[in-house]
Nanobody, 122 residues
Framework: QVQLVVSGGGLVQAGGSLRLSCAAS????????MAWFRQAAGKERQFVAA???????DYADSAKGRFTISRDNAKNAVHLQMNSLKAEATAVYYC????????????????WGQGTQVTVSS
């Protein structure tokens, strides 16, 4: 059974940091691109960052320079380090997986984690 389990959300003040983690099981993790999306209340799910199976990374403009995505193939995990957080980052964050190559389109991902709430207070 393929499963992505997300952890690490919470409440943080503006300017603070959070690290999200996503633990994968039931798939050949090293062959999957992993991505983070977020969905604020009343808004569509939007791309945040992704890392290809080969290690290439992609970031939304809002994440560049402040967020870092990384993967640990030995532990079947992907992480999102978020620094200098702003109030507009408040959302439910989701981990997603698709074979090899990432995209920015949520509909093209096969597997999703359960999401974790990130709240940034201003």
């Amino acid at each position: 059974q393929v499963q992505l389990v997300v952890s690490g959300g919470g409440l943080v003040q503006a300017g603070g940091s959070l690290r999200l983690s996503c633990a994968a099981s039931g798939l050949a993790f090293s062959n999957y691109a992993m991505a983070w999306f977020r969905q604020a209340a009343g808004k569509e799910r939007q791309f945040v960052a992704a890392i290809w199976s080969g290690g290439r990374t992609d970031y939304a403009d809002s994440a560049k320079g402040r967020f870092t995505i990384s993967r640990d193939n030995a532990k079947n995990a992907v992480h999102l380090q978020m620094n200098s957080l702003k109030a507009e980052a408040t959302a439910v964050y989701y981990c997603a997986a698709r074979p090899f190559i990432s995209t920015t389109q949520a509909g093209e991902y096969d597997v999703w984690g359960q999401g974790t709430q990130v709240t940034v207070s201003s």
